[in-house]
């Protein structure tokens, strides 16, 4: 027995069935298909029976209650709707292409609901197609695995036509309300690679927020003009974000991109704007010698750790006579970024720990990496943010992430509650 049937029997052992499955009827089948030789999977496996005999007779059933009365009876009217032969049709579910007939009626008024007029797939595989697509398969790879493990051909552009159905919910997901006020926001953007006319790459906006409940928001996705990230494009993205209801934020976390604490200031003006300590000091990294990393690593490391902001003036002024000469480049961008630096410094470590760094919002641009990756380049703006939408609506698939979230903020929402008193009640009304 394959491994598959193997999983396919032990599927249907399980004690925990839905009510109203006969265990011993099941036990039966099995064992009769065994005792034929018949496979439980593939092609004229049982379970591809068994899906032909259940649509059929969930098909025989809505025409019994369009019509009124059962087959070979008579009905009740002279000259009543009555029953008009089948017809055949091929139909793609989750264990592989399956022929069924569906009854047809005289007056053609019969339209079926398990599987509807022109209908070639079951909801299943339209499911199996969005979480492949989630996962980063393109559309050859998604029809080539339909084919070789459940010998169902799907093409390519209905694979694509599946992957649109989702256009509408993301146009609703991007244009949601929001909450009043968020303790802290991430901003960035991800870099992909669009076909206007020629390949090119284009910045993704990603707006990732923490509820005052602690759970994890993705406020929205955005795709940019080509010229990479910018602060002027980042305005509109939170002017947006304010007209969907957002009305203030305790701290925005972003990268240090300049002319970004100025929008964000136009649009939050009570909001601190918090440089990612990740991006500087790999941004420091980028002005000196692989062979000093680890030093400069370890003569920075006492200056954002610093109890207080003059600490961390004094601990940066010895990095700077020390390294300064050597590196002026590396003094110069942490002199520019100084002021968007030191907010964190006056909070609790429960702050600090939080919003040192954007890798809240590193590990959803990953997972969004990883999806885009095996694309190459989109022939659009469109292909580009619905494969994006799919990869964040399966980052949390069991609720996991959910939960461990909220674990990890809750001594920090205590801490922003003291801290920025009073303004995080709006989202609790």
Not at 137 to 166: M, N
Not at 286 to 305: E, F, S
């Amino acid at each position: 027995m394959t491994t598959t049937e193997a999983k396919a029997d032990a599927a249907v052992a399980k004690s925990d069935e839905p009510a109203g499955v006969d265990q011993d009827l099941i036990g039966q089948l099995v064992a009769q298909a065994r005792g034929q030789g018949l496979d439980l999977t593939g092609e004229g496996g049982l379970l591809q029976q068994l899906t032909k005999r259940v649509l059929e007779s969930a098909l025989e059933g809505e025409i019994t209650d369009h019509l009124g009365y059962d087959k070979h009876e008579r009905a009740a009217v002279a000259g009543a709707n009555f029953r008009n032969g089948h017809r055949t049709k091929t139909v793609t579910t989750e264990v592989g292409p399956v022929e069924i007939d569906v009854p047809r009626d005289r007056e053609g008024t019969f339209e079926p609901k398990i599987v509807r007029k022109r209908q070639r797939r079951l909801s299943g595989v339209d499911e199996m197609v969005l979480s492949l697509s989630a996962k980063g398969l393109t559309h050859g790879e998604i029809s080539a695995h339909l084919a070789e493990v459940y010998g169902a051909s799907v093409s390519k552009q209905t694979i694509s036509t599946i992957t649109d159905k989702v256009i509408d919910g993301m146009t609703e997901w991007q244009n949601r309300p929001l909450d009043p006020v968020y303790p802290v926001i991430f901003l960035d953007a991800i870099q992909v690679k669009i076909r206007d006319g020629q390949v090119a790459n284009r910045p993704i906006y990603v707006a990732l927020a923490v509820t005052v409940d602690g759970t994890r928001d993705i406020l929205g996705l955005w795709a940019g003009d080509g010229g990479g990230e910018g602060a002027k494009y980042w305005l509109q993205v939170l002017t947006e974000l304010r007209n969907r209801g957002v009305a203030d934020a305790c701290m925005v976390v972003c990268d240090g991109l300049s002319g970004l604490p100025d929008a964000v200031a136009h649009v939050w003006p009570q909001a601190l704007v918090q440089t990612c300590i990740v991006h500087l000091l790999r941004n420091s990294f980028r002005y000196a010698g692989r062979q000093d990393w680890d030093a400069i690593a370890r003569a920075l490391k006492p200056v954002y750790t610093a109890p207080t902001e003059s600490a961390a003036t004094e601990r940066w002024l010895e990095f700077a006579e020390e390294w300064g000469s050597k590196y002026p480049a590396i003094v110069r961008l942490w002199e520019n970024a100084w002021a968007e630096f030191v907010p964190f410094l006056q909070f609790d470590p429960e702050i600090r720990t939080v919003v040192c760094s954007t890798n809240a919002i590193e590990s959803v641009n990953a997972r969004i990496r990883r999806a885009v990756k095996a694309r190459g380049h989109f022939p659009n703006e469109q292909a580009a943010l619905k494969c994006v939408y799919l990869a964040i609506m399966s980052l949390d698939p069991t609720g996991t992430g959910r939960r461990r979230w909220m674990k990890r903020w809750k001594p920090a929402l205590n801490a922003f509650d003291i801290a920025f008193e009073g303004r995080l009640a709006a989202a609790r009304n």
